[in-house]
């Protein structure tokens, strides 16, 4: 049976970057890698939409959430964190294992975190060096109000707005320059269609600034050696040069595809899927969804991970569970990255099939399939096929 992964990371990767990958390992400290890197460079400062260097370090999306804070804090800053999520519990987290003052601002899982709850740890913590909020919160299928926020954020001198875009990044429109982020972070593993093993982040002068005087302890992670170095397209260590060369093509794969297109194929494929389990008499999980995944509350009829176990074992599916405070109760079907409209069609009618064959009957059969096929027929228009090279 053909094997399929839509959960919200890893996603799947194209053929082009998986063959761009198969070629021999290149020793990074050669012209050859440096061309190659340069392009990278080049290609993600595209995509973050900054005129800042983009930051390529070899982890996975927490190294990233850890060179941040190291480089950018000392022990017993006050840092504001939003709970209300796996990701952004792991920002508190962290934040206490080196030894910050960890403020963290309550909200309930399935919401997105209130302006003014922020606001009011701002007035109670005048000092407060950083507040991080998960632009996506990947495991509630949340969208957070960073944007608003980072409008708090914006009049603080002393404090820098860091934004977990993780599962944003390529999703929707980000700037860190528009949108007043002073930290912006993500992974290869999500929208960049590339295997996990890489993350990137990119900083303000306002944080350039704070990476001065920060005195956290840090040797591998050091933000401001990276800078140095990858100005000149080289690394403080061994890249992952593999996944760099997938990383050139993915940046390719989007350029030809277009930023704004690219969003509107994220905005149409999640709409189609948020309609799609509606139809078939299904909650939302998320009071504020994002773009990258549909969180679905399981019918209280069916086992705990029903769902996901059922496409998992019967349809060689991969989605999402729940996780901590949900685990169980909800499943997530992802659309960040190499996703198409069929792909959506064909999750959709698994879970149909899934769910009839778990007991939950209350739905006309294709009444999912058949809601979201209504959406996703704008999607279907002819355009110019591009080859390999990027030539019409
Ligand atoms: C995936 C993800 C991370 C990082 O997780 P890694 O497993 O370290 O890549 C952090 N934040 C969010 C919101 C994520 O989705």
Same mark, same amino acid.
């Given at each position: 049976? %053909? ?16 063959? =761009? ?46 060179? =941040? ?233 069916? %086992?705990?991970?029903?769902?996901? %176990? ?39 009618? =698994? ?19 058949? =809601? ?21």
């Amino acid at each position: 049976m %053909k094997y399929r992964l839509l959960s919200p990371g890893p996603t799947p990767v194209p053929e082009r970057v998986l063959t =761009a990958m198969a070629n021999p390992i290149w020793h990074h400290r050669t012209p050859a890698f440096e061309a190659t890197f340069q392009k990278c460079r080049e290609g993600l400062a595209w995509l973050f939409q900054t005129k800042q260097e983009v930051l390529t370090l070899s982890c996975s999306g927490t190294g990233a959430m850890e060179a =941040a804070y190291q480089s950018l804090l000392s022990p017993g800053d006050t840092v504001i964190t939003i709970a209300g999520g796996k990701f952004g519990e792991r920002w508190g987290n962290m934040a206490k294992a080196f030894g910050y003052n960890a403020v963290i601002v309550d909200c309930p899982w399935g919401e997105a975190i209130s302006v003014d709850a922020v606001k009011t740890a701002l007035e109670s913590h005048p000092t407060a060096k950083a507040v991080v909020v998960c632009a996506s919160e990947t495991s509630t299928g949340v969208r957070h109000p960073y944007e608003a926020i980072a409008g708090l954020v914006k009049n603080l001198p002393e404090c820098l707005m860091m934004v977990d875009a993780i599962t944003a990044l390529g999703v929707w429109d980000i700037s860190p320059e528009r949108d007043g982020i002073d930290v912006l972070i993500t992974g290869s593993q999500k929208a960049l269609m590339l295997p996990p093993g890489l993350a990137f982040v990119t900083l303000s002068d306002k944080a350039w600034a704070r990476a001065d005087v920060a005195k956290s302890a840090r040797y591998y992670f050091d933000l401001k050696k990276e800078r140095k170095n990858q100005k000149l397209n080289q690394t403080s260590y061994t890249p992952a040069v593999s996944l760099i060369e997938g990383l050139f093509e993915s940046l390719k794969m989007m350029q030809e595809e277009g930023l704004e297109t690219m969003f509107a194929r994220h905005a149409r494929l999640a709409h189609a899927t948020r309609v799609g389990v509606q139809a078939l008499g299904l909650e939302l999980f998320a009071k504020a969804p994002a773009d990258s995944v549909t969180s679905v509350l399981q019918p209280a009829s069916l %086992k705990p991970d029903a769902v996901y %176990k059922g496409l998992m074992t019967r349809a060689n599916i991969t989605i999402a569970g729940g996780q901590d405070a949900v685990k169980g109760k909800i499943f997530r079907i992802a659309h960040l990255g190499y996703y198409d409209d069929l792909d959506i069609i064909t999750v959709l009618a =698994a879970t149909e099939i899934i769910l009839r064959q778990e007991g939950y009957t209350s739905f006309t059969p294709g009444a999912g399939v058949g =809601a979201a096929s209504a959406i996703l027929a704008a999607g279907f228009v002819a355009k110019p096929k591009k080859t390999m090279d990027g030539a019409a």
